[in-house]
């Protein structure tokens, strides 16, 4: 492990998809890598054994980021295992596919719980415990500014979210800390077989971007590995786009 | 602190105990009545419903009204509590398969030996049995008999419900001429999937966790009866 790599990382659903793609680039670099899953322990587990396999330090922590208390508990679980944090990778999110006049109420407080208010709680839980240098990064979607059929809630997540990450970089600045989002474009994650006709969705997309490739999971997680290094210090409350190039047409 | 394939492994003293409370307990030993009450509790919670609301043969889609982000809440409470996995994903993985027809094509690929790709089937329209039958013949040149469409989706029935062993469904006594008859006539039927969701019941997930935590003998033998 060089000086600049960060000792000890929280990935916020990491077990899977892109969440678990951050966790293992972190854990290539040699860190301390705390998985948190939500249900599929299964999923956490190998990536848990993955982080290990691949240099890192492995730590599986199970917690319902919807509710503030559960994120309390778990920074003080790091705080206790590793007395610090370096990085936080805001990545859980959940959601609920439907039109925007078809949401519950019940199911928007759950979306913005999970997508939204945890960025919050984690910002103000691990700043506490997180030294000059420190990142906060979370992870967003086109659909904060594009309209995508039944995505309604987790669009207008995101939306909060980038709103969110800017408020929070200017707050946390003076502690040296930077605090920005990566939009991810379509990945191919098993997120997408659970939408109807998602893999015709994905071809789709596939062909409208320019190169004809999606973006893959790796390539996301290396723009937050770079987010997080000593030289994106200056790059602050900003909004990456990793999307292959597909938002810039119109 | 390692924790790797379901193992805590403290290296630091005071962060053993504290990953332990991130972790459920594992090591309780359960009644049966312990269990009726905290799964009760559980769902109530989950679904925000009354307790008194959660009765043994209560549907937990059609009587209590839950939805997705509450399997996804009570999956989680139950891992906290009992230590024991609800996979409610494997049932929603199963619906997804049924839904984009890959079990279709597992059935039609065995019995006529030939290569069927659920997204070529998914193209038929309408999507009856018949209807890809005629598909199938015409593109892969099988012979079709009398009554083949009945036959296959029986066989899908038992495939799908093959596919849910071991998911908190109580399964015992589904009528698969019922599910066929729905299936024959709409290979996505939203009533065949209602009728397999109707299962699962507050019974059924007490049933499943009883059965989980006695195999891993954290269940307490029953007394004798009164």
Same mark, same amino acid.
């Given at each position: ?18 969440g678990r793609?951050?966790?293992l ?8 890598v705390?998985v948190n899953f939500?249900?599929n322990?299964?999923a956490?587990?190998k990536?848990?054994h993955?982080?290990e396999?691949r240099g ?8 319902d980021l ?10 003080a679980?790091?705080k206790?295992c590793?007395?610090q944090l ?5 990545n859980a999110a959940s ?8 949401i ?10 999970t997508n ?6 984690l ?7 997180m030294?000059?240098g420190g ?10 500014r ?14 909060a ?6 408020? +929070?970089a ?6 040296g ?21 998602g893999?015709a969705?994905?071809?789709?997309i ?6 004809g490739?999606?973006v893959?999971a790796?390539?996301?997680a290396?723009?937050?590995?770079f987010l ?9 409350g ?8 597909y938002?810039?047409?119109? | 602190?390692?924790a ?6 403290a290296?630091?003293?005071?962060a053993?105990e ?7 307990d594992i090591?309780?030993i359960?009644?049966r009545?312990?269990?009726?009450a905290s799964v009760g509790? +559980?769902i109530a919670e ?13 549907q937990l889609i ?6 997705s982000?509450d399997?996804l809440?009570?999956s989680?409470?139950c891992?906290?509590t009992?230590g ?6 494997l049932?929603q993985?199963?619906?997804?398969e049924w839904r984009?027809?890959?079990v279709?094509?597992?059935v ?7 290569t ?9 329209s309408p999507?009856?049995v018949?209807?890809?039958l005629?598909?199938?013949?015409a593109?892969r ?5 009398s009554?083949?469409?009945r036959e ?6 038992s495939?799908?419900l093959?596919?849910?062993a ?7 006594g589904?009528?698969v ?11 996505q ?6 009728v ?11 049933d499943y ?7 891993a ?6 007394g004798?009866?009164a």
């Open positions: 492990m060089s000086d600049t790599t960060p000792r000890s990382v929280l990935v916020t659903g990491g077990g899977r998809g892109i793609a951050i966790a680039r972190f854990a290539e670099a040699g860190a301390r705390f939500f249900v322990r299964e956490a587990e990536t848990a993955d982080v396999v890192g330090v492995p730590h599986l922590l199970q917690a919807k509710e503030p208390a559960e994120i309390k508990r778990l920074v679980e790091i206790t590793a007395g370096d990085v936080v990778v805001s959601g609920v596919l439907r039109d925007g006049l078809d519950s109420p019940k199911q928007w407080d759950w979306v913005m719980a939204t208010r945890a960025l919050l709680t910002a103000q839980e691990a700043s506490r415990i030294p000059s990142r906060i990064i979370a992870l967003s979607s086109l659909g904060s594009r309209v995508i059929p039944g995505y309604a809630a987790i669009g207008v997540s995101k939306a979210l980038e709103g969110l990450t800017r408020y +929070l200017v707050e946390l600045a003076a502690k800390i930077t605090v920005n989002a990566v939009s991810a474009g379509a990945v191919e994650t098993d997120v997408w077989q659970a939408m109807p006709d893999t969705a994905l071809a789709a596939r062909a409208r971007t320019p190169g490739a999606l893959t790796d390539d996301v290396g723009v937050v590995y997080a290094s000593p030289v994106a210090q200056a790059i602050q900003q909004v990456l786009t990793v999307d292959g190039g938002s810039l047409l119109a | 602190m390692n790797i394939a379901g193992q805590i492994v290296v630091e003293g005071s053993e504290a990953a332990e409370r991130m972790e459920p090591t309780k359960w009644t009545p312990e269990v009726r509790k +559980l989950s679904l925000g419903v009354d307790v008194a609301s959660v009765t043994a043969e209560a059609a009587d209590l009204g839950a939805e982000i399997f809440d009570l989680f409470k891992q906290q009992f024991v996995d609800l996979p409610m994903r049932i993985e199963r619906r997804i984009d027809l890959s279709l094509a597992r039609l690929e065995s019995r006529y030996r030939v069927v790709e659920a997204e070529d089937l998914r193209m038929v999507p009856t018949d209807a890809v005629e598909h199938v013949a593109k040149g099988i012979s079709r008999a009554g083949d469409g296959v989706v029986t066989t899908l029935v495939c799908m093959d596919d849910l071991g998911t908190p469904l109580d399964l015992s589904l009528e001429d019922r599910l066929a008859g729905y299936l024959e006539k709409n290979l039927s939203p009533e065949a999937v209602e397999v969701m109707s299962r699962l019941t507050v019974r059924a997930i007490d966790i009883v059965g989980k935590l006695a195999a003998r954290r269940l307490a033998p029953e004798p009866a």
